[in-house]
């Protein structure tokens, strides 16, 4: 995380609050407030005629109109009257309003509707809504929300006035915005912060194993690779990686890293990996769940934002989902890759618990099965893929045997993909246990630009809990 000085926060701060104009007025002015009301008089009752948002640029026409007003122009033949407290001679940066706290003291400068404009995000919708929730919403009201979820018994739906700037952000949402790689959403089942930027070298993996010098330091390594079931790798033991071997390779079809996404990306993601705006719909309100519903001692929680509860997302447009099956066939179609934020699954609809592999399934369901998805930005050479599939033995981390698929997506004889799958004995321990030995370990590698890269590792859940 960047850090910055707690004083420079101060100096950021006071830019904002203590204006110093400059002695020249055609020199250009910013907006420094977060959606600023543009009136026809220089009056605090005069008629708002129009809006503008944190960073707009302003020609100065005068300085002092009367009542703490300057008049602007803006846009292309805009004019009219703005507080000028709310303008500064320099735009402010996302760092100096996106971060509540710097070096574990509060940032005075920290705005969530100010870092909203700068860089829309539905996290920071999310954020601006709890802002106006605690500057808007009465003790009194928000005991009343609560009085009501405790005597109801159940999970309770709310209302709130609509704030016009809050119903202007989510219009920006709707209208579509760019994802950035510096702003990963936040997951729907917890605060993790994910980099797609690049998927790690199988190569890089295997030399921090052999420099670890117990399974902390190896556990420590791998927190700074980002992919999908990670967790499940950082759980094996340095044999299982001596052990697991990978074909050669040279250059083929993927040339770069970013071609490939794994099938657990969000629309933020994709959208600042291909360039794609992606927008994003609330679907819902925002729910009180009564005291005691977890815990006998819980004072009751409300999942949502103000008037915002479910969120959808996806792109504006579509990209690539390719289905790799076991058999070489490549499946593709178009997805807009959904997403977004659903805060309670009870009264919002999303529940992502699902038995089996997360991105394929079992031998049972199909004759050649799905072995996993990813997106692409661009379609694949051939519907089919030569496979040559291999099975051996692998006594290792309680496995028993494995197999290894290896694809050749455009017949040039080179292997593109590497699907190895772990098959452990029968689980007597688990809640629905499988009658023989089950094949429930995927770990997926991709050929980019001569060198293999980790996917995902995909692992069988039996029961998920829910």
Same mark, same amino acid.
Request: aromatic residues 10%; contains cysteine; hydrophobic residues 40%.
């Given at each position: 995380m960047l850090i910055i000085s707690y004083r420079h926060a101060m100096l950021a701060a006071a830019v904002v609050v203590n204006l110093a104009w400059a002695a020249d007025e055609s020199a250009p002015q910013y907006v420094v407030g977060s959606w600023v009301n543009v009136r026809a008089q220089a009056a605090a009752d005069g008629a708002v005629i129009d809006h503008i948002i944190v960073n707009t640029p302003v020609r100065l026409a005068n300085a002092a109109a009367g009542n703490g007003f300057c008049e602007i122009g803006y846009g292309a033949d805009k004019r009219g009257f703005v507080?000028?407290?709310?303008?500064?001679?320099?735009? @402010?940066? $996302? $760092?100096?309003?996106?971060?509540?706290?710097? &070096?574990?003291?509060?940032?005075?400068?920290?705005?969530?509707?100010?870092?909203?404009?700068?860089?829309?995000?539905?996290?920071? @919708?999310?954020?601006?809504?709890?802002? #106006?929730?605690?500057t808007m919403l009465k003790p009194r009201e928000l005991e009343a929300e609560r009085k009501a979820a405790k005597e109801s018994g159940g999970v309770v739906k709310v209302r709130r006035f609509p704030i016009p700037e809050f119903e202007a952000m989510k219009a920006q949402l709707k209208s579509g915005v760019m994802g950035s790689l510096a702003d990963p959403p936040t997951l729907p089942y917890g605060p993790f912060k994910l980099n797609y930027q690049s998927m790690p070298k199988w190569a890089d993996?295997?030399?921090?194993?052999?420099?670890?010098?117990? &399974?902390?330091? #190896?556990?420590?390594? @791998?927190?700074? #690779?980002?992919f999908v079931g990670s967790w499940s790798l950082r759980n094996q033991p340095g044999d299982f990686f001596r052990l697991l071997e990978l074909p050669p390779i040279k250059k083929s079809h993927f040339r770069e890293v970013n071609q490939v996404i794994s099938p657990d990306v969000m629309p933020e993601t994709a959208s600042s990996l291909f360039g794609i705006p992606y927008m994003a719909v609330v679907k819902g309100t925002p729910s009180w769940v009564p005291p005691g519903h977890y815990s006998g001692d819980d004072p009751g929680y409300i999942f949502g934002a103000w008037d915002v509860g479910a969120i959808e997302t996806h792109l504006v447009s579509p990209i690539r989902r390719h289905t790799?099956?076991?058999?070489g066939t490549l499946h593709s179609e178009s997805s807009s890759v959904s997403g977004g934020r659903f805060p309670h699954p009870d009264t919002d609809g999303y529940n992502d618990c699902k038995e089996g592999f997360a991105w394929g399934e079992s031998d049972k369901v199909v004759n050649h099965p799905p @072995? #996993?998805?990813?997106f692409s930005k661009h379609d694949l050479p051939r519907k089919k893929a030569t496979v040559n599939r291999k099975k051996s033995k692998f006594p290792v981390a309680g496995f028993i045997g494995a197999e290894t698929f290896r694809f050749d997506v455009d017949g040039d004889g080179v292997d593109d993909i590497v699907v190895w799958v772990g098959t452990r004995p029968p689980d007597v321990e688990a809640i629905n246990p499988p009658e023989l030995a089950q094949a429930d370990y995927r770990v997926v590698f991709f050929n980019i630009a001569g060198e293999w890269h980790l996917l995902l590792v995909d692992v069988v859940t039996y029961s998920c809990g829910c």
């Amino acid at each position: 995380m960047l850090i910055i000085s707690y004083r420079h926060a101060m100096l950021a701060a006071a830019v904002v609050v203590n204006l110093a104009w400059a002695a020249d007025e055609s020199a250009p002015q910013y907006v420094v407030g977060s959606w600023v009301n543009v009136r026809a008089q220089a009056a605090a009752d005069g008629a708002v005629i129009d809006h503008i948002i944190v960073n707009t640029p302003v020609r100065l026409a005068n300085a002092a109109a009367g009542n703490g007003f300057c008049e602007i122009g803006y846009g292309a033949d805009k004019r009219g009257f703005v507080t000028c407290r709310l303008l500064g001679e320099k735009p @402010l940066s $996302l $760092l100096e309003v996106d971060m509540p706290e710097i &070096n574990g003291k509060s940032n005075p400068a920290y705005s969530a509707t100010r870092a909203f404009w700068i860089q829309p995000s539905v996290d920071r @919708l999310l954020a601006a809504g709890q802002y #106006f929730e605690s500057t808007m919403l009465k003790p009194r009201e928000l005991e009343a929300e609560r009085k009501a979820a405790k005597e109801s018994g159940g999970v309770v739906k709310v209302r709130r006035f609509p704030i016009p700037e809050f119903e202007a952000m989510k219009a920006q949402l709707k209208s579509g915005v760019m994802g950035s790689l510096a702003d990963p959403p936040t997951l729907p089942y917890g605060p993790f912060k994910l980099n797609y930027q690049s998927m790690p070298k199988w190569a890089d993996i295997k030399a921090i194993v052999g420099s670890a010098k117990n &399974n902390a330091d #190896f556990y420590n390594a @791998l927190l700074k #690779f980002s992919f999908v079931g990670s967790w499940s790798l950082r759980n094996q033991p340095g044999d299982f990686f001596r052990l697991l071997e990978l074909p050669p390779i040279k250059k083929s079809h993927f040339r770069e890293v970013n071609q490939v996404i794994s099938p657990d990306v969000m629309p933020e993601t994709a959208s600042s990996l291909f360039g794609i705006p992606y927008m994003a719909v609330v679907k819902g309100t925002p729910s009180w769940v009564p005291p005691g519903h977890y815990s006998g001692d819980d004072p009751g929680y409300i999942f949502g934002a103000w008037d915002v509860g479910a969120i959808e997302t996806h792109l504006v447009s579509p990209i690539r989902r390719h289905t790799v099956h076991s058999d070489g066939t490549l499946h593709s179609e178009s997805s807009s890759v959904s997403g977004g934020r659903f805060p309670h699954p009870d009264t919002d609809g999303y529940n992502d618990c699902k038995e089996g592999f997360a991105w394929g399934e079992s031998d049972k369901v199909v004759n050649h099965p799905p @072995l #996993f998805y990813y997106f692409s930005k661009h379609d694949l050479p051939r519907k089919k893929a030569t496979v040559n599939r291999k099975k051996s033995k692998f006594p290792v981390a309680g496995f028993i045997g494995a197999e290894t698929f290896r694809f050749d997506v455009d017949g040039d004889g080179v292997d593109d993909i590497v699907v190895w799958v772990g098959t452990r004995p029968p689980d007597v321990e688990a809640i629905n246990p499988p009658e023989l030995a089950q094949a429930d370990y995927r770990v997926v590698f991709f050929n980019i630009a001569g060198e293999w890269h980790l996917l995902l590792v995909d692992v069988v859940t039996y029961s998920c809990g829910c």
